[in-house]
């Protein structure tokens, strides 16, 4: 089994986080100010280059003021789950 990194269903996962964000009208740098993070840690999780673990998922919804259960539903219905 490939890595999730590299499988379709986390490209589309994180296709679903970009758009979220930029929805709220925020910038990487943004977000990243809000996590207290780096802006490169948000590049690297939109660019594939970093998985996010589940505490992390949660913070960066909590980031974008959008619940995760939203994301998880659109991974669901894609099949992606």
């Given at each position: 089994?490939?890595?999730?990194?590299?499988?379709?269903e986390?490209?589309?996962?994180?296709?679903?986080?970009?758009?979220?964000?930029?929805?709220?009208?925020?910038?990487?740098?943004?977000?990243?100010?809000?996590?207290?993070?780096?802006?490169?840690?948000?590049?690297?999780?939109?660019?594939?280059?970093?998985?996010?673990?589940?505490?992390?998922?949660?913070?960066?919804?909590?980031?974008?003021?959008?619940?995760?259960?939203?994301?998880?539903?659109?991974?669901?219905?894609k099949?992606?789950?």
């Amino acid at each position: 089994m490939a890595k999730s990194l590299h499988t379709p269903e986390y490209e589309h996962f994180r296709t679903l986080l970009v758009a979220a964000r930029e929805k709220a009208g925020l910038t990487q740098a943004e977000v990243s100010a809000k996590l207290e993070r780096p802006q490169s840690f948000v590049a690297k999780y939109e660019g594939g280059e970093r998985r996010l673990d589940v505490v992390e998922f949660v913070q960066v919804c909590t980031a974008l003021g959008i619940d995760p259960h939203v994301v998880l539903r659109a991974m669901q219905k894609k099949g992606g789950v």
